[in-house]
């Protein structure tokens, strides 16, 4: 119960640090006169919105204690789409096309406790063909297969 | 007016964007009916492969990708009782009874007629009053943009369904996050700490797929165990009797011509269009009993509503370059990546993108209509994979579209940090489809407020007095204030519930 009444916070809390940043950030930028306004006014302006807002928000989930109970964070399927996705982005600027979708679809497959291994592997399969046949052949573009380069 | 509109069909009849047109309502419907993906997942989902084409080619796929998309949404709420949108969730209250009682057959078919019949009749509306609305467009100044593009915002916020508080959050980040990059006015780079990829913003499919793509898909996994399609159906279960035909002709006409209404406002969109279309049924029907049981005009009227919407909120976005819902703002981005900005000039200097776009929407319809009908065994057939087959292939895509953009790592960084954040903010009830539209819109909001101030001399009380600029803003405070009062009322009676609750306890 009270997990799930801090999640609502936490993202609340998050959204007011965002505009904390964001107003940091326009400081530096020239807020310029009501006639010819600066490039710092408009983000300056949003980023304490953003905080008052956030702040409401985190006072609503306080205050409503009996909201959202079906707000819960599943881990697994969460970090392992994260994972990923990150992995794809590294393994393919390293060592290109293929390996970064084993990686991509390896990871994927975390996200169940059974899914085994083979599947895996022949969705990773079918995927780089699919990739290979779309983005190379029929649209022509130049993505590196394999390599390794550092 | 007829040489404008032969041009177009011109233009959209070529091979090329005939097969690309049928490609992108095949992939949309493909997509759309794989749980959890909805239309702007499928769209941002294959934006990136538009890029390869040419400008026109690209918006004709888009737009069939669109249509396919909601389309399949309807299969999937039919067969599972599974909204894959949430204009879908409409067709869920009687398509689902209808497909128990083994008629999913029929509640199919009438979808797609129904479908078919709004789409066109919202075409008919595009093409009649588009160039008007565009002409009004050409005398807007900077001020009435900004006033118009502040109500479109609004009216998102304060007609969605949820929480205002967070609605508001969500467009005030998407603004936020519309300022990353290059200053426009004064070259300074705003929010780049120190990333060279940050100076061109952050990349708007990058942000769609995390938030929708990578949240949705994280979140659907859970759910994906016990999903089975028992209906049988096949094309001859799919005929219609001539009592179910007599029974949809008037909610079809009354949802378009709701439907149609609706779209064009801004913020309305599909989903109130929907559920309005579904009130207004309910009222009239003689026998209201049979509503949530499997009435057929409770499919025929959202249907034909939610298609005749979808037309006509192309409306705000071609002629003023104002879009009405999170969908359109990524068409709106996908027209700006190609170099075209949408707005009251897109006719007359474009009029091949405009008119061919308008053409192949009628052909993208037309292809529904025909593609369904007969392909309806393959989407059943879908619909029954297992889903541990589909998301890996999904998050694969995910990975490679946004790359092959830009050829950009930092690109998919951008994905794994929105895919966080969203799946953090699905949670706990926040709907992106709102920051989308604030991103999108963010940029233009600045300038025109800007520009506006330069010419108003500094003084607010001329824009705020100015007769169009001033009524608008009126209205869109009006707005705001009337949902923070309705939002303020809610939390009060939750309150009074649950402490009435504990009391009993």
New interface residues.
Partial sequence: MSKHLSLRLVVALIMVGIGLVGIVGATVYEFGSARRLGPGYFPMVLSVILVGLGLAEAITAVVSRFEDLSSRIEWRPMLAILAAVAGFALTIHFFGLIPAFFVCVGFTSLAEPDFGILPAAIIAAATSLLAWGLFSLLLGMTLPLIRFGF | MLDNILMGFATAATLTNLSYCFAGVFLGTLIGVLPGLGSLAAISLLLP?TF?LEPTTALITLGGIYYGAEYGGSIASILLNLPGTPSAAVTCLDGNPMAKQGRAGVALFITAIASFVGGSLGIVALMAFGPAIAKIGLGFGPEDYFALMLLGLVAAVTVGTG?V??S??MV??G??LG?VGT?V??G?F??TFGFLELRDGVSLVGLAMGLFG?AE???S??GSNARSVKHKVDMRSMLPTRKDMRATGGPILRGSSIGGFLGALPGAGTVIAAFLSYAVELRVARDRSIFGKGAIQGIAGPESANNAAAQTAFIPTLTIGIPGSATMSIMLGALMIHGISPGPLLMTDHPEVFWGLIASFWIGNLFLLVLNIPLIGIWVRVLQFPY??I???V??????GV??MR?S?FD??I??IF???G???Q????SPATLILGFVLGPML?EN??RA??LA????IRILTDPLAGSVLALSALLLIWAMIGGVRN?IR??RN?SD?VGEA
Wanted: aromatic residues 10%.
């Fill in positions: 492969v390869y929480s508080i967070r508001l959050i005030v980040l603004l936020l300022t200053d006015t004064s300074d705003r929010y990578i898909v994280a979140s996994i859970t541990k087959f998301y890996p292939v998050i694969a895509l995910i990975c490679i790359f092959s050829t790592v998919v960084g994905v794994v895919g966080a954040l799946y953090l903010m949670r706990v009830g926040y600045e407020l800007r101030m330069l001399r500094g003084d607010a939390i939750k309150q649950t609750v």
